[in-house]
C-alpha cells in the first residue's frame, strides 16, 4: 500500500539533510510514511533525536533511521557524513534541503569568508553530496535527487540584502538543471524544489535580526509574512515535495502550489 502510494519509494533509503527541524524534518517524517528507510543528517543531534524520537512514536523501527550529525559547511565533517551514510549502503534518494540564509546586510559589508560559508552549505555541499551517492544510483539505474531551493532564484530583486542567499539558490537552480540533463535516461532524475514561503525557524530567525543591518525592506517584508497567516507548515510544504519525488519528470523546478 505504501509502495502505491509512494510512487516506489518504499524500502528505498533516502539521504535528507536539515532532517532535525523545519521543512526537511516534515519531509523525513513523510518519507518514513511512505516505507523509506532514512539517513538524517544536520548539525544539531539533538533536534537529529528529535526526529527519531518522533519516528519511533509512529513506529518507524530504530534500524530503519540512521542520525549523523555534521556540518555541511566544513569538508572533513561532509566526508565523514557520507562515509556513515554510504557504509550503511546505497543511497537511493536524496534530498539536499539543508540550506542558510545567512551573512545578510548590505552587500558590500559581507566579507568574502562569509560568501563563501554560504556557498558551502547551500551549494558545494549538495553537489558533493550527489558525487557521492551518485555511483549508486547510476549502477542500480534508478534514483531521486532533489535540490531545496527558494523563489527568490526566480526574483533576486525580492529579498535586497540577501545576495549571498539570492546568488547561491540560483547557482543551486543552474547546477540542478544541468545536472538532470546530464543525467537523461539513466534513470537518476534531479529536480529543484522551491517550498514557498513556510513557518518554521528560519523565518522566525529573520524576524528576530536587527532592523538596522538587515534593512527595513527585508525586516518588514519577512514579519508581515508571519502577521498576514500566509506562511504555510513544514508538512504542506513536505507534501507537495513527496507527491513528485516518486515520478519520472526530471529537470523541473517545482513550485510549491504547482497541480500534481
Ligand atoms: N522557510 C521558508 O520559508 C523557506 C522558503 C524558501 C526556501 N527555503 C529553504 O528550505 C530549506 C529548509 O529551510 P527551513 O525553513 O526548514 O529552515 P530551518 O528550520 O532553519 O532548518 C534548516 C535545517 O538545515 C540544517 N542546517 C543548516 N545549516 C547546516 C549545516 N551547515 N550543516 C548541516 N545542516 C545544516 C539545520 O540544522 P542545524 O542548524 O542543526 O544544522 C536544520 O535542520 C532551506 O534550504 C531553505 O533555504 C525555506
Do not use: C
Not at 528505498?12 to 539517513?39: E, F, K, Q, S, Y
Not at 530504530?62 to 549502503?89: K, N, S
Not at 549538495?126 to 535540490?147: D, E, H, S
Not at 526574483?155 to 540542478?176: C, D, F, G, I
Amino acid at each position: 500500500m505504501a509502495d502505491e502510494v509512494g510512487g516506489g519509494l518504499a524500502g528505498r533509503t533516502a539521504l535528507v539533510t536539515g532532517a532535525g527541524r523545519g521543512i526537511g524534518r516534515a519531509v523525513a517524517l513523510g518519507l518514513a510514511d511512505l516505507g523509506a528507510d532514512l539517513v538524517l543528517l544536520a548539525r544539531s543531534s539533538r533536534q537529529l533525536e528529535a526526529t527519531r524520537e518522533e519516528l519511533a512514536g509512529r513506529g518507524v523501527a530504530d534500524r530503519r533511521v540512521l542520525l549523523i550529525a555534521a556540518d555541511l559547511g566544513d569538508e572533513e565533517q561532509r566526508t565523514q557524513a557520507v562515509d556513515a551514510a554510504l557504509a550503511r549502503g546505497r543511497v537511493e534518494i536524496l534530498v539536499n534541503n539543508a540550506g542558510t540564509v545567512e551573512p545578510l546586510g548590505a552587500t558590500a559589508e559581507i566579507p568574502a569568508s562569509d560568501l563563501r560559508w554560504a556557498f558551502e552549505v547551500n551549494l558545494i555541499a549538495a553537489v558533493a553530496l550527489t558525487a557521492a551517492v551518485l555511483p549508486g544510483m547510476t549502477a542500480a539505474g534508478w534514483g531521486r535527487i532533489v535540490n531545496v531551493s527558494s523563489g527568490i532564484a526566480a526574483a533576486p530583486e525580492a529579498m535586497v540584502r540577501a545576495n549571498a542567499y539570492a546568488a547561491s539558490k540560483a547557482a543551486l537552480e543552474a547546477h540542478s538543471l544541468n545536472l538532470a540533463e546530464e543525467l537523461r535516461g539513466t534513470g537518476v532524475t534531479v529536480n529543484v524544489y522551491r517550498p514557498g514561503r513556510v513557518d518554521t525557524a528560519m523565518q522566525e530567525w529573520i524576524r528576530g535580526q536587527d532592523q538596522e543591518r538587515i534593512g527595513a525592506a527585508l525586516h518588514g517584508r519577512f514579519t508581515r509574512f508571519a502577521s498576514s497567516g500566509e506562511l504555510i507548515t513544514p508538512e504542506r510544504a513536505a507534501a507537495a515535495l513527496l507527491a513528485r519525488l516518486g515520478g519520472e519528470e526530471t529537470g523541473r523546478v517545482w513550485e510549491v502550489d504547482d497541480p500534481v
